[in-house]
């Protein structure tokens, strides 16, 4: 979906720093509703740090980030989860002494105005594999069962949008294929994703536009069909 279905996250000259390391220089971008957009660059680009920002797990030096009409930079990210912004973290995160279903407990909350409203059933018709697991401790589990696992615990916080960093790094191919045909379905639903993803073809794949990070900045932003043509630019800014 295009902007024209209003804009649903403004993030506008966005800096942030690591201790005395300038990270982020002025990032500024949209999201509008029921959009997918990914997030693509080199390591070290900023992608993630972006992110982390705009979940307040790394304080933002100067710039704005709006969730529809509320000023989000600054705030705790308890309270930017709680305002419909949900983020499932590259490290997963999970709950390692809690169960598959304690962990998807611990993401509940009621849904903010507009939210669709997700189930624990709906996560394991995406993921049966956790269904099978639902009564095992969470640090037994493989990596790609704690992917599964941290994506449904966030999607059960009912947000309006979702921040997705690298959920298919070091997964077998059938669970890259679920995660992909999870994001695919967010976004059947109306959901926003933010999605930072390091394999181009399934960044191109489930995104309805790109945004090319290098530098801490943002470098380019079009179509994944018009990425997917710019041969320099994906030589300048995205070939390893």
């Known amino acids: 979906m295009s902007a024209e279905s209003g804009t649903l996250l403004s993030i506008d000259g966005l800096h942030a720093h690591y201790g005395k390391s300038h990270i982020l220089h002025g990032v500024s971008f949209r999201v509008a509703r029921n959009e997918v957009i990914s997030l693509l660059g080199r390591n070290g680009s900023g992608r993630s740090t972006t992110m982390k920002a705009i979940m307040g797990l790394v304080p933002p030096s ?3 980030i709006r969730l529809q ?3 989000l930079a600054g705030a705790r990210p308890y309270a930017i989860c709680r305002a419909g912004v949900a983020f499932v973290p590259e490290e997963r995160e999970t709950f390692a002494n809690l169960t598959v279903d304690e962990n998807l407990r611990m993401g509940e ?3 903010v105005h507009g939210a669709y409203r997700w189930s624990t059933e709906q996560m394991f018709d995406y993921f049966p594999r956790l269904k099978e697991r639902r009564n095992t401790k969470a ?3 493989s990596g790609g069962e704690q992917q599964m696992l941290t994506i449904c615990r966030s999607l059960l916080g009912n947000p309006l949008v979702i921040l997705i960093d690298e959920p298919t790094e070091g997964l ?3 669970i890259v294929a679920q995660v992909g045909e999870c994001i695919r379905d967010m976004h059947a639903k109306g959901v926003s994703v933010v999605l930072v993803e390091q394999k181009l073809a399934i960044a191109l794949k489930v995104s309805t536009r790109v945004c090319v990070m290098g530098h801490g900045r943002i470098v380019y932003e079009g179509t994944p069909q018009e990425l997917a043509a710019n041969e320099k ?5 995205l070939a390893v």
């Open 172 to 174: 077998a191919p059938k």
């Open 233 to 237: 630019l994906l030589a300048e800014w």
């Open 62 to 64: 100067a710039g704005s």
């Open 139 to 141: 640090g037994s589990l």
């Open 69 to 71: 009409d509320r000023e």
């Open 109 to 111: 909350q009621p849904a």
